[in-house]
């Protein structure tokens, strides 16, 4: 079965339809890609995904289920994790609490009131941390990193509660280039090797040509083509949206 | 009371006549009210301050006008050009502090604004004191509106209806010169968008300085036309500002249309309340403010405000306290044990003070620092604390341990009660409605004479025989604060400390995690309420009596004030400021009569000099001589 369901999902903000008739699916352990131009509406798809926005028309469907209009954190308890496209941590924290933060939560353990949460789920963040190259940073408070840490320090965080779903809004944006292709093999590994079905969204072709296997080309609002990624190369519709930005072949760009 | 109707001059009137009359009379209390909101709510639009010390500035316009018309010839020119004179010079003074002090706090974090407008406050009631002294003054009636027209065959005075005038044509010339002037326009993009104003290259020191100005004029000329209408004293600042705060809320903050509604609905519910509810006048203005925010969560009016500004740079994490401060911390603790047999009964009262506010304060600092909420009402459960176990004295019998059990269930389900509609909010507002519950629970404890015995309080909540002494007083004080204010930084630490302050870092990431953000201010919030109400208990059989000031406005911002001076960012910060705050304050109070004047100093320097508090500012010293940490 596949992990996500999307079923004509449309948004309208005032005049503007960000998102009209947006349908696909994602099987687990499968990398799908959603690109577009600037403003095609890739951020407002994500935010129906978890429960940020709800959407105007559709159905979201995670694993069979109907999760449409569901609050964030609901969506999260059934297996959907996030980062965001501007970094969403809790500052005031260390990278190692913020991961914790996200293990309590998922253990439910978030009312207690006694025992210091130094001493709560600290291994288990740490090993999360490794995985991502942040074993470093564990102790560092999450409001003097570097952005592209704080992306790592996401998705640390969205891997935290055993997602069978992965939303990553832009999770390269901010990285050097070799950084990107790095994080995102990584991602790959970790999805293929936990059945994890990832969406993301990028601006960096490189990264998604070489990461992804299916794509989603967004313009306007409309998906204008999906698919493998010779195809959608080749798809002279797809050559045209991108024209005018320019930066669908030439590598390194994008991010911003 | 300020609010009095023509209800004295009554001569047998039917129903209709009088209710007109009362109307008339609401809308001059509209009027005032309006003229005092609306250079408040200019002030936050373009400034996002939240000005405390514009009650001060109405009081210096009653005070300056006194001063002038006396003085000046008698007549229309000595009248009317020393009322005007006033709110020029208002204005002026206005000016003077927005230089020297708040232009230069504006990147502040909001609440340290607040008190530093707060140290404004503090210093001018004390110059007032000083140039006009403790006696209530009289000014002369305003020549040719001294006598009173028939309306309906009932007298109504001149004067009055002249205020009711004065309303909607400063209303309209305000309108005016934000519509139809360049400045106007730019008073009103900067009101939508600050950042906007800036891109324009407009000069913004100027606008916000010329802003000012204006508000205070407008302060300055409300006071100054209170003149013949009653006596000027040295409550006015206080009593003023918690009106105009309900009606720039209530109307939406940065409305000027909004403050003009919300006066006339405030105004003639005064009116109306002495009708219909006598019993519960000072209650029903904050009902409908709790009302209009619960369903209209920025006011009649208002509109969501931007984002808020900057916050500052991210808190440091926490972790277990530095060695210098744990040295510290044993010592002041060991003293705490010690000294006390040695101390006469005075020291022992006040340090049984200092531990009750220092938990007072460590309760408030838990909504404002973890939580990231501001309240302007704690001393409400407090109070209720203090009322819970003295009304079960009382009633009950209950004994003092009784009692002290009680306390704090009776302020966390007040808490539980209040803080659910609180909790929603964000900001100002949420700050606003605390306000509002608490004079709710204070204006109850005033007006429900049966129950609370009113103003004269409830007298003979004496501590249990064994805890008679002062020095065993002490020690269960000191126990049972030290308890719970450990408690509550044992709660800091704890995964229930965390989600406070991961929905107060991030609520977009907190709900992406599965934290119930409501949910965890609001527990958070109740936290807070019941251990204040512990100290409320403490406090009762501490003085043997519960006052309705226990939980006035003032007590709400002792604790402000004491969570503000520590430093928010830091645990000790509460403790430190509770110290100093009760120490520098009673040492003041002894020393000298100013002691508004030097606390008001000390205030305004802090947050000018250490906007960290002073917990912060040590710790900044302490890691600039160790490294990094
Ligand atoms: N909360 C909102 N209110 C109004 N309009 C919005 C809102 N969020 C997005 N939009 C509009 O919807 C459209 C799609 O925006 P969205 O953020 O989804 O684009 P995007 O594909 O993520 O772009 P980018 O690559 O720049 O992140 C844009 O026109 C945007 O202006
Ligand atoms: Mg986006």
């Known amino acids: 079965m596949a992990t996500l369901e999307v079923e004509a999902l449309e948004k309208r903000f005032g005049g503007v339809q960000a998102v009209r008739g947006v349908s696909f699916a994602i099987r687990p352990g499968e990398m799908l890609a959603l690109i577009g131009p600037n403003g095609a509406g890739k951020s407002t798809c994500f935010n129906m995904l978890n429960g940020q926005l709800r959407p105007d028309a559709g159905r979201v469907r995670l694993k069979g289920r109907d999760i449409t209009g569901m609050a964030p954190r609901r969506v999260w308890r059934l297996g959907v994790g996030r980062t965001f496209q501007i970094t969403a941590t809790f500052g005031s924290m260390t990278v190692r609490e913020n991961v914790q933060m996200a293990l309590l939560s998922h253990h439910r353990r978030l009312m207690r009131l006694w025992r210091p949460v130094a001493r709560m789920d600290a291994s288990a963040a740490d090993a999360l941390l490794a995985r991502l190259g942040m074993a470093e940073q564990a102790g560092r408070p999450c409001g003097i990193l570097a952005y592209g840490d704080l992306k790592r320090v996401e998705l640390a965080i969205a891997l935290a509660n055993d997602p069978a779903l992965l939303l990553m809004d832009e999770p390269t944006a901010g990285m050097a280039p070799q950084e990107r292709v790095g994080l995102m093999a990584l991602t790959a590994d970790i999805a293929r090797e936990r059945g994890i079905a990832v969406l993301f969204t990028e601006h960096d072709m490189d990264v998604v040509f070489s990461h992804a296997d299916r794509i989603l080309v967004l313009d306007r609002g409309t998906l204008i083509a999906e698919g493998a990624p010779a195809a959608v190369r080749a798809d002279p519709r797809v050559r045209e949206v991108y024209l005018g930005s320019g930066n669908m072949m030439s590598p390194g760009q994008g991010g911003h | ?629």
């Open chain 2, 1 to 629: 009371m300020r609010w009095c109707g023509p209800s004295g001059r009554r001569a047998d009137p039917a129903l209709l006549e009088n209710l007109v009359l009362q109307a008339l009379s609401g809308l001059a209390s509209a009027s005032s009210l309006f003229l005092v909101a609306s250079g408040l709510t200019v002030i936050f639009g373009v400034s996002r301050i939240v000005n405390f010390a514009h009650g001060s500035l109405y009081m210096l316009g009653a005070y300056l006008a006194w001063t002038l018309v006396t003085n000046l010839p008698r007549g229309h020119l000595g009248f009317w050009g020393g009322v005007l004179g006033a709110a020029l010079l208002v204005g002026l003074i206005g000016l003077v502090v927005e230089v020297l002090l708040l232009r230069r706090i504006y990147r502040a974090p909001e609440l340290f604004q607040l008190l530093a407008t707060f140290g404004v406050v503090l210093i001018v009631q004390d110059l007032a004191l000083l140039a006009w002294g403790p006696q209530d003054l009289l000014g002369p009636r305003a020549p040719g509106l001294r006598g009173s027209i028939e309306i309906l065959g009932l007298r109504f005075p001149l004067y009055e209806l002249f205020l009711i005038g004065v309303g909607p044509v400063v209303l309209g010339l305000l309108l005016l010169l934000f519509h139809r002037t360049r400045w106007g326009t730019l008073v009103r993009a900067a009101t939508q968008d600050r950042e906007m104003v800036g891109a324009l290259g407009v000069n913004q020191r100027m606008l916000f300085t010329s802003v000012f100005f204006l508000g205070s004029v407008l302060a300055g000329l409300g006071g100054a036309l209170q003149l013949p209408r009653e006596s000027v004293n040295l409550h006015m600042d206080l009593s003023i500002i918690a009106e105009a705060f309900v009606v720039v809320v209530v109307g939406g903050l940065g409305s000027l249309s909004g403050a003009a509604l919300a006066a006339l609905l405030i105004g003639e519910l005064h009116a109306f309340g002495i009708l219909v509810f006598p019993k519960i006048t000072l209650v029903l203005v904050f009902l409908v403010m709790a009302v209009v925010l619960v369903v209209r969560p920025h006011g009649l009016l208002g509109r969501p405000a931007a984002a808020a500004h900057g916050a500052g740079a991210a808190e440091p994490p926490i972790g277990p306290a530095p060695r210098p401060l744990k040295l510290a911390g044993g010592a002041a603790l060991a003293l705490a044990l010690l000294l006390p047999p040695f101390a006469g009964n005075y020291a022992l009262t006040v340090l049984t003070d200092i531990a009750i506010f220092v938990l007072f304060a460590a309760s408030l600092h838990l909504i404002m620092g973890p939580g990231g909420m501001a309240s302007f009402g704690h001393a409400a459960y407090f109070g209720l604390g203090a009322y819970g176990a003295a009304l079960a004295a009382q009633w009950l019998g209950a004994s003092m341990l009784g009692g002290l059990v009680l306390a704090p269930f009776v302020a966390g389900l007040f808490g539980l009660l209040f803080g659910w509609f609180c909790v929603r909010l964000s900001g100002v507002y949420s700050a606003m409605l605390t306000l509002a519950f608490a004079q709710i629970a204070w204006s109850v404890a005033f007006q429900w004479v049966e129950l609370t015995g009113g103003d004269n309080g409830i007298l003979g909540v004496w501590p249990d025989a064994w805890a008679a002494g002062k020095l065993t007083y002490y020690y269960l004080a000191l126990a049972l604060c030290l308890g719970s204010t450990l408690l509550l930084r044992r709660i800091i630490h704890a995964p229930f400390g965390y989600a406070l302050r991961a929905q107060r870092d991030s609520v977009l990431r907190a709900e992406a995690i599965g934290i119930d953000a409501f949910r965890i201010r609001w527990l958070g919030f109740t936290l807070a309420a019941a251990a204040a109400g512990i100290a409320g208990g403490l406090f009762a059989y501490g003085k043997g009596s519960v006052f309705p000031t226990t939980m006035a406005i003032s007590r709400s911002v002792d604790a402000l004030l004491m969570v503000l001076l520590g430093g928010v960012q830091t645990l000790s910060g509460p403790i430190i400021g509770a110290l100093a705050f009760t120490g520098l304050q009673e040492q003041l109070v002894r020393i000298t009569d100013l002691w508004r004047l030097v606390l008001g100093s000390v205030i305004v320097v802090l947050v000018l000099f250490f906007p960290q508090g002073l917990a912060g500012a040590a710790r900044t010293a302490w890691e600039r001589r160790h490294g990094d940490t």
